[in-house]
T-cell receptor
């Protein structure tokens, strides 16, 4: 049981480039989330999904897009990267009796 | 208004001593859940402990316990017998909405408390 996996672990982008952050979970959780964590700050919700085919915006969705074609995968797409998107991105899934969020290891993104 | 407030940006504790990290929350829901996560310098988010709003007893997990005071809307984390490996950021979080309702359950995080354990 790998839990929540994210790739890549680290990436440097140039301004205007695009990329997709991958997230996969093997716990059969319906709920999945994308957060960003800026240095010294807490987590801010970008997008979330309550199941395959259903996604919705969180607090800071601008500049991002998501899709959820399967229960397992929840990729986050950055279009036209900007320096303000330099951050650590965490994917999480939620489930279990206590409906706890389980986090992936994070992706560090630097936009120059 | 902040949904989750952690008023201690940083804390120091002597090794082997107990420490309390504060968390207050704001919600109008009757059903909610409270969580604490640990984030060491390596960056991963580690789930520590959970308290449901209807749970009558305070949650405990090993050296971690949650001091839940519903009327005061506080959910403080108590770490007993601190160890050097406890040095990390600690985040309090709240899930609103009835568990298993099928609808969206918003999870809100506090800004964190940086704990440093002194040898």
């Amino acid at each position: 049981n790998a839990g929540v996996t994210q790739t890549p672990k680290f990436r440097i982008l140039k301004i205007g480039q695009s990329m997709t952050l991958q997230c996969t979970q093997d716990m059969n959780h319906n709920y999945m989330y994308w957060y960003r964590q800026d240095p010294g700050m807490g987590l801010k919700l970008i997008y979330y999904s309550v199941g395959a085919g259903i996604t919705d915006k969180g607090e800071v969705p601008n500049g991002y897009n998501v899709s959820r074609s399967t229960t397992e995968d929840f990729p986050l797409r950055l279009e036209l990267a900007a320096p303000s998107q330099t951050s650590v991105y965490f994917c999480a899934s939620k489930g279990g009796v206590q409906e706890t969020q389980y986090f992936g290891p994070g992706t560090r993104l630097l936009v120059l | 208004a902040q949904k989750i407030t952690q008023t201690q940006p940083g804390m120091f504790v002597q090794e082997k001593e107990a420490v309390t990290l504060d968390c207050t929350y704001d919600t109008s829901d009757q059903s909610y859940g409270l969580f604490w996560y640990k984030q060491p310098s390596s960056g991963e988010m580690i789930f520590l402990i959970y308290q449901g709003s209807y749970d009558e007893q305070n949650a405990t997990e090993g050296r971690y316990s949650l001091n839940f005071q519903k009327a005061r809307k506080s959910a403080n984390l108590v770490i007993s017998a601190s160890q050097l490996g406890d040095s990390a950021m600690y985040f309090c979080a709240m899930r609103e909405g009835r568990r298993g309702s099928g609808g969206y359950q918003k999870v809100t995080f506090g800004t964190g408390t940086k704990l440093q354990v002194i040898p």
